[in-house]
């Protein structure tokens, strides 16, 4: 804890005074009961996103066609917000069938080429509607 006392004060620093913005990027259907990004400072959270298609609101049958799907929701996000899939630090995966984590995984490498942010991937029994997949990510720009 001692080690910690001298870098503490500069940690809340960079929040203290930082104004929180909400993204919400016109592709996504007005009046949700959660905003799809806010951006604090430096740092944006996006909500958790599925596969489903944001006019239809139906899901694609490819488990790897859904899992693109929630990207592309992703990084619809992250660009509003003047962001894109480099500045992610951190992802939450949530799998309804743990068995897909290899086809999840080969769609994931295809939006973080390298610099991979830190991951965290979850089966759970159920997702809204018939999502077989939730992402949430976490992005930082980094600053000079």
């Known amino acids: 804890m001692k080690?910690?006392?001298?870098?503490?004060?500069?940690?809340?620093?960079?929040?203290v005074g930082a104004e929180k913005r909400i993204i919400y990027p016109p592709e996504f259907r007005p009046n949700m009961p959660f905003s799809p990004g806010?951006?604090?400072?430096?740092?944006?959270?996006?909500?958790?996103?599925?596969?489903s298609d944001l006019k239809t609101g139906e899901?694609?049958?490819?488990?790897?066609?859904?899992?693109?799907q929630t990207f592309r929701r992703i990084g619809i996000i992250l660009e509003a917000a003047g962001f894109g899939f480099s500045?992610?630090?951190?992802?939450?995966?949530?799998?309804?069938?743990?068995?897909?984590f290899g086809e999840m995984n080969s769609v994931y490498t295809q939006y973080f080429?390298?610099?991979?942010?830190?991951r965290?991937?979850?089966?759970?029994?159920?997702?809204v509607g018939k999502a077989r997949i939730e992402?949430?990510?976490t992005a930082r720009k980094a600053t000079d």
């Open 3 to 15: 080690r910690l006392l001298p870098i503490l004060p500069l940690l809340f620093s960079a929040a």
């Open 38 to 51: 806010v951006q604090v400072g430096d740092t944006l959270y996006c909500a958790g996103q599925t596969g």
């Open 59 to 68: 899901y694609p049958e490819s488990f790897a066609d859904e899992v693109h």
């Open 87 to 100: 500045d992610v630090v951190d992802a939450k995966v949530y799998l309804t069938e743990i068995d897909r």
């Open 113 to 118: 080429t390298s610099e991979r942010p830190v």
């Open 120 to 127: 965290t991937t979850v089966a759970v029994a159920s997702l």
């Open 135 to 137: 992402i949430t990510v």
